[in-house]
């Protein structure tokens, strides 16, 4: 079936350091892939989206790129600040009409100064 | 920009008990969805909705929940007798297509806890 998997955390950084949050896929066909966020007792709030092969989704300098060879989706950011502590979940969405998201279970980044 | 809402933020609710948790999708989507959150796991699903009928629902969603759109801007979740381990953050999402490219829209959840 479909599934995603990222990688474990809590992610650890220290202000200024690069980013990057590791997110492959499992899926029949060719999947739209997302990656969202949640702020501390806030909801899902979308990131970046990337719909087809080599696609790249940006957003608040977020980047992720769409992997067919490698079935991957790696989030990255160059520069993090300490606002960007949350937990990020990447997820995956046949391209069946209405079908619903599919998440991986969320990496916690935590960034300090 | 328009937003999911959703109330109450928290509830608290005793084992056995009905629940049923509100949302008011954003006006112009056309599937609704419910997704669960306990406490540090992954966010999972639980139901979608098109059309007035499920489309899709997870083996969580068993007979003891129920979905409804009574009007033309509500869509609830019941539980019909709680219990514990359905404490967590309960999400409901909408979307305006149906293609795989289009991104679900959350509300900030409901915290239920069953006592």
């Known amino acids: 079936g479909n599934s995603v998997t990222q990688m474990e955390g809590p992610v650890t950084l220290s202000e200024e350091a690069f980013l990057t949050i590791n997110c492959t896929y499992t899926?029949?066909?060719?999947?739209?892939l997302f990656w969202y966020v949640q702020y501390p007792g806030e909801g899902l709030q979308l990131l970046l989206k990337?719909?087809?092969?080599?696609d790249k989704g940006s957003n608040k300098g977020f980047e992720a790129t769409y992997r067919k060879e490698t079935t991957s989706f790696h989030l990255e950011k160059g520069s993090v600040q300490v606002s960007d502590s949350a937990v990020y979940f990447c997820?995956?969405?046949?391209?069946?009409?209405?079908?619903?998201?599919?998440f991986g279970k969320g990496t916690t980044l935590s960034v300090s100064s | 920009e328009p937003e999911v809402t959703q109330t109450p933020s928290h509830q608290v609710t005793q084992m056995g008990q009905e629940v049923i948790l509100r949302c008011v999708p954003i006006?112009?989507?056309?599937?609704f969805y419910w997704y669960r959150q306990i406490l540090g796991q992954k966010v999972e699903f639980l139901v979608s909705?098109?059309?007035?009928?499920?489309?899709?629902k997870s083996e969580i969603f068993d007979d003891q929940f129920s979905v409804e759109r009574p009007d033309g801007s509500n869509f609830t979740l019941k539980i019909r007798s709680t219990k514990l381990e359905d404490s967590a953050m309960y999400f409901c999402?909408?979307?305006?297509?149906?293609?795989?490219?289009?991104?679900?829209?959350f509300g900030n959840g409901t915290r239920l806890t069953v006592t």
């Open positions: 997820a995956l969405r046949t391209n069946q009409a209405g079908t619903a998201l599919i």
């Open positions: 899926a029949t066909g060719y999947p739209s």
């Open positions: 990337a719909t087809k092969a080599d």
């Open positions: 006006s112009n989507h056309l599937y």
């Open positions: 909705f098109y059309n007035n009928e499920i489309s899709e």
């Open positions: 999402a909408s979307m305006n297509l149906g293609q795989g490219s289009s991104p679900l829209h």
